[in-house]
């Protein structure tokens, strides 16, 4: 495995960034409803990183004609074909989950896998509602972990409330909702991220969205092509955000970011600890878009147990913050933490008390006393938010974190950023 040390600093810095990684949610996005629309969609600043490389490649597979000139790449669709390849999905829930949904109503068999860490993800929360309207899937432990097999089946209208505000879950549903036999209705606990339900509409599917209920009417022809530049990812600008929050006499500037509500939740938390926070939009077609500054001031303490759905990805990097603040804070109703890439609660509580912080883990949670980071080895255990997470408490102490190659899955150039800031050893 990969190591990487960090090395602080001590004073401040000015940092504009227009070259933060595209939107992996939105690039996923992309690629999968390309597939459902007639005529080429045509996206530009799609990430190229490893997760979504793999989406791509997988709706090559599909059948889809791909075409890429560097800038924009070209999709063209001729429906969803049955395949001999093994889908390979790399490190991507999100890719699983989804393809999981559109795959289900698909003419064919299909077999999705993933690396080490994907396999060992749970798949229960899709998998069961899918079987529940028709779908046959089928996977290790009653379906529960990859790889998974797919037989294409038609699919039955339903009205399905989920015990879980997922993205990834909802999204997977309305994918199935497009192909069934009537009228669907899809419920969640909390508003979770909604890219779906944002550009499936702008594609022309019929959604209507109430509150935490939305309905989805089946597709009866393809939908219209994309046309979109993909904004940056305001997760991975959160990174950057937190290293001006944590560093006396510094500010961040992010160009080009998605300014989604259900995507600037962590940023929100942050101000209310205390961060300095202006928003400027500038375009908004799919998505708000516009740019982020983020400067120094002391942090304080801060409870956070609302919304977690839409601050879930960052929570890692913002537990940074909080072991910079003055002190407790809480996170509550998180218990999501605990499928992610790694068991991110038992992970950055584990690797917070390597640096001399003090913590306290609870089933859906933690509490983080601020305190005095120290320099420590940190195991990332494959999860590309806690590589880059520690890598950002560097700053403030130096640290060595071992498993980086995971970062390459989200965000290739973090390092290249990281590098305007500070000295990095690989």
Same mark, same amino acid.
């Given at each position: 495995m990969?190591?990487?040390?960090?090395?602080?600093?001590?004073?401040? #810095?000015?940092?504009?960034?227009?070259?933060?990684?595209?939107?992996?949610?939105?690039?996923?996005?992309?690629?999968?409803?390309a597939?459902?629309? $007639?005529?080429?969609?045509?996206?530009?600043?799609?990430?190229?990183?490893?997760?979504?490389?793999?989406t791509?490649k997988?709706?090559?597979?599909?059948g889809?004609?791909?075409?890429?000139?560097?800038?924009?790449?070209?999709?063209r669709?001729?429906?969803?074909q049955?395949?001999?390849?093994?889908?390979?999905?790399?490190n991507s829930?999100?890719?699983?989950?989804?393809?999981?949904?559109?795959?289900?109503?698909?003419?064919?068999? #299909?077999i999705?896998t993933?690396?080490?860490?994907?396999?060992r993800r749970?798949?229960?929360?899709?998998? $069961?509602?899918?079987?529940?309207?028709?779908? $046959?899937?089928?996977?290790?432990?009653?379906?529960?972990l990859?790889?998974?097999?797919?037989r294409g089946?038609?699919?039955?209208?339903?009205?399905?409330?989920?015990?879980?505000?997922?993205?990834?879950?909802?999204?997977?549903?309305?994918?199935?909702a497009?192909?069934?036999?009537?009228v669907?209705?899809?419920?969640?606990?909390?508003?979770?991220?909604?890219?779906?339900?944002?550009?499936?509409?702008?594609?022309?599917?019929?959604? !209507?969205?109430n509150g935490?209920?939305t309905?989805i009417w089946?597709?009866?022809?393809?939908?219209?092509?994309?046309?979109?530049?993909?904004?940056?990812?305001?997760?991975?600008a959160?990174?950057?955000?937190?290293?001006?929050a944590?560093?006396?006499?510094?500010?961040?500037?992010?160009?080009g970011?998605t300014?989604?509500p259900?995507r600037? !939740?962590?940023?929100?938390?942050?101000?209310?600890?205390?961060?300095?926070?202006?928003?400027?939009?500038?375009?908004?077609k799919?998505?708000?878009?516009?740019?982020?500054?983020?400067?120094?001031?002391?942090?304080?303490?801060?409870?956070?147990?609302?919304?977690?759905?839409?601050?879930?990805?960052e929570?890692?990097?913002?537990?940074?913050?909080?072991?910079?603040?003055?002190?407790?804070?809480?996170?509550?109703?998180?218990?999501?933490?605990?499928?992610?890439?790694?068991?991110r609660?038992r992970?950055v509580?584990?690797?917070?008390?390597?640096?001399?912080?003090?913590?306290?883990?609870?089933q859906?949670?933690?509490?983080v006393t601020?305190?005095?980071?120290?320099?420590?080895?940190?195991?990332?255990?494959?999860?590309?938010?806690?590589?880059?997470? #520690?890598?950002?408490?560097?700053?403030?102490?130096g640290?060595e974190i071992e498993d980086?190659?995971?970062?390459?899955t989200? #965000?290739?150039?973090?390092f290249?950023?990281?590098?305007r800031?500070?000295?990095?050893?690989?």
């Amino acid at each position: 495995m990969i190591s990487a040390i960090v090395h602080s600093i001590s004073k401040g #810095f000015e940092l504009v960034c227009a070259d933060i990684a595209a939107d992996k949610s939105i690039s996923h996005r992309c690629a999968m409803f390309a597939v459902l629309a $007639q005529g080429e969609s045509k996206i530009e600043n799609f990430l190229r990183a490893e997760d979504t490389l793999n989406t791509l490649k997988i709706v090559g597979h599909l059948g889809a004609e791909i075409t890429d000139d560097g800038e924009t790449i070209t999709i063209r669709s001729r429906g969803i074909q049955e395949t001999s390849e093994i889908l390979d999905c790399g490190n991507s829930g999100t890719g699983m989950r989804l393809f999981c949904g559109l795959l289900s109503s698909a003419q064919g068999h #299909f077999i999705l896998t993933g690396d080490e860490y994907l396999k060992r993800r749970p798949m229960k929360r899709v998998t $069961q509602p899918l079987r529940s309207i028709g779908a $046959q899937l089928d996977g290790r432990q009653n379906g529960d972990l990859a790889p998974l097999s797919i037989r294409g089946a038609s699919l039955r209208a339903f009205d399905y409330t989920s015990s879980v505000a997922s993205a990834q879950v909802k999204s997977a549903m309305i994918l199935a909702a497009l192909r069934s036999d009537g009228v669907c209705t899809f419920r969640e606990p909390e508003l979770s991220r909604d890219h779906t339900e944002r550009m499936l509409r702008g594609m022309g599917a019929h959604l !209507e969205i109430n509150g935490l209920e939305t309905k989805i009417w089946p597709i009866k022809k393809p939908l219209s092509p994309l046309s979109i530049r993909v904004p940056a990812d305001s997760s991975s600008a959160f990174f950057f955000a937190v290293a001006a929050a944590i560093v006396p006499g510094s500010s961040v500037l992010v160009e080009g970011v998605t300014l989604n509500p259900t995507r600037i !939740e962590a940023f929100k938390v942050l101000e209310r600890m205390g961060a300095k926070i202006t928003y400027k939009l500038t375009d908004e077609k799919y998505e708000p878009i516009g740019s982020i500054r983020v400067e120094y001031a002391p942090l304080h303490a801060v409870l956070v147990e609302e919304n977690i759905a839409w601050l879930i990805d960052e929570l890692p990097a913002l537990s940074i913050a909080m072991a910079c603040a003055n002190g407790k804070s809480i996170i509550k109703n998180a218990e999501e933490l605990r499928v992610k890439e790694s068991d991110r609660i038992r992970t950055v509580v584990d690797n917070l008390n390597l640096c001399g912080i003090e913590t306290e883990e609870y089933q859906d949670g933690y509490e983080v006393t601020g305190g005095q980071l120290k320099t420590a080895y940190i195991n990332s255990h494959g999860d590309h938010r806690v590589a880059m997470s #520690f890598l950002i408490a560097g700053l403030r102490c130096g640290m060595e974190i071992e498993d980086i190659e995971c970062i390459n899955t989200s #965000f290739p150039n973090f390092f290249e950023i990281l590098s305007r800031i500070t000295k990095v050893d690989i």
